[in-house]
């Protein structure tokens, strides 16, 4: 084509040069967005510290906002520099910071589905640590709230984790003792909220509560929806991965030779 032949007259090749802006544009994008989260995990992290309850870093969106941010923000940016400069060494960076995250991932992918039952038990003894904590981490409290609404469900592993927490244990005092947080219970949208309907329902039977309140755990609730749901489980992944792979400098360190023959729009042109 015309356009082509006249970059490589120039000494400038077509591919070499569509690799180049691919790179640039992606590695602008993920950096603008790496920006972005770590503009929200620095104000989240501020909020957390002034209302701060607790002195671990327990599930905290902030520290994870901050490090994923911090993370892309840098990666990003050495490539996007490196593309623009035609820098070798950044390049260089910027190629092995993404095999690696792309071979983490992949490990960590197929570990869990190898380790399925482990994994799950893993999350199930985090939530009920946190569940401890519920009223102490306004983090983790929001995010369980509406998980357990979402995905219409009650505590990690099952509703009697609730017993764990100081407030909700049958022992304790009270008018939360011996019961579950409102967002266990079973509601039609457009109720209004009845913040004691779990009350006195950890001491009885499964079979007495299901009508009252959700009683499946919330981290089976979810690995079944992924079950249900794995087009869009898959598509997630492939969301996560593809970029990266497409990001991937595959030949932007070393630009391909120009041809010394040439054919500029029907004539031979010796370079």
Same mark, same amino acid.
């Given at each position: 084509m015309c356009g082509a032949s006249w970059l490589r007259r120039r000494g400038i090749n077509p591919g070499y040069l569509a690799l180049k802006l691919t790179l640039g544009v992606f590695s602008t994008l993920f950096w603008l967005l790496g920006l972005l989260i770590l503009c929200i995990g620095i104000y989240a992290e501020v909020e957390r510290q002034q209302n701060k309850t607790m002195d671990s870093l327990f599930l905290a969106p902030a520290i994870i906002l901050l490090l994923l941010g911090l993370s892309m923000f840098t990666v990003?940016?050495?490539?996007?520099?490196?593309?623009? $400069?035609?820098? $070798?060494l950044l390049l260089k960076v910027f190629k092995w910071t993404l095999v690696t995250v792309v071979v983490l991932q992949l490990v960590f992918i197929i570990v869990s589905l190898l380790c399925q039952n482990k994994v799950l038990l893993l999350f199930?003894?985090? !939530? $009920? *640590?946190?569940?401890?904590?519920?009223? &102490?981490?306004?983090?983790?409290?929001?995010?369980?709230?509406?998980?357990?609404?979402?995905?219409?469900?009650?505590?990690?592993?099952?509703?009697m984790d609730w017993a764990v927490n100081q407030y909700h244990a049958c022992d304790a005092p009270g008018p939360m003792a011996c019961g579950?947080?409102?967002?266990?219970?079973?509601?039609?949208?457009? &109720?209004?909220?009845?913040?004691?309907?779990?009350?006195?329902?950890?001491?009885?039977? $499964?079979? *007495?509560?299901?009508?009252?309140?959700? !009683?499946?755990?919330? !981290?089976?609730?979810?690995?079944?929806w992924f079950m249900d749901n794995i087009g869009i489980t898959v598509g997630i992944l492939a969301a996560l991965l593809l970029p990266q792979d497409y990001s991937y400098p595959h030949r932007c360190c070393t630009p391909p030779p120009i041809p010394t023959n040439l054919k500029v729009c029907g004539s031979t042109t010796a370079l």
């Open positions: 990003s940016f050495a490539g996007m520099v490196g593309a623009l $400069r035609d820098n $070798r199930k003894a985090n !939530v $009920r *640590e946190g569940i401890k904590h519920y009223y &102490d981490d306004l983090d983790f409290k929001n995010i369980l709230d509406r998980i357990q609404v979402k995905f219409s469900c009650c505590g990690g592993d099952e509703y579950v947080p409102y967002t266990c219970c079973m509601s039609k949208q457009g &109720d209004v909220i009845n913040t004691q309907c779990g009350y006195q329902t950890l001491h009885k039977e $499964r079979f *007495e509560v299901d009508t009252i309140i959700y !009683v499946r755990g919330c !981290v089976d609730a979810i690995s079944l």
